[in-house]
């Protein structure tokens, strides 16, 4: 069983920062990429930013050089470093690892999703 911890979240000003960090536990064999999503009241979930094993990233136009994604693949980690929060950045952030292989079935990936951890930007 493959479960995602996310931390980080929480109530911060205009300007200021948040790390989320996100482990995932359990027997794995490999993860393609990590990332997070958010989805704020009333819209879709979004991608926000993600990495693969390899390094690669991806982020979403609106937080460009803001936000970074980064990884450590011996702890199946995945953190996401915020700065210049702004109030639109308020939403909940999901952990998301793709590609989760396991060691008991090689030949199949699966998606996992973590609970979602509050993160509001007041202005």
């Known amino acids: 069983q493959v479960q995602l911890v996310e931390s980080g979240g929480g109530l911060v000003q205009a300007g200021g920062s948040l790390r989320l960090s996100c482990a995932a536990s359990g027997s794995i064999f490999s993860i393609n990429a990590m990332g997070w999503y958010r989805q704020a009241p009333g819209k879709q979930r979004e991608l926000v930013a993600s990495i693969t094993s390899s390094g690669s990233t991806v982020y979403a136009d609106s937080v460009k050089g803001r936000f970074t994604v980064s990884r450590d693949n011996a702890k199946n980690t995945v953190y996401l470093q915020m700065i210049s929060l702004k109030p639109e950045d308020t939403a909940v952030y999901y952990c998301?690892?793709?590609?989760?292989?396991?060691?008991?079935?090689?030949?199949?990936?699966?998606?996992?999703w973590g609970q979602g951890t509050q993160v509001t930007v007041s202005s």
């Open positions: 998301n690892a793709r590609g989760v292989v396991l060691p008991q079935s090689l030949r199949v990936s699966r998606d996992y």
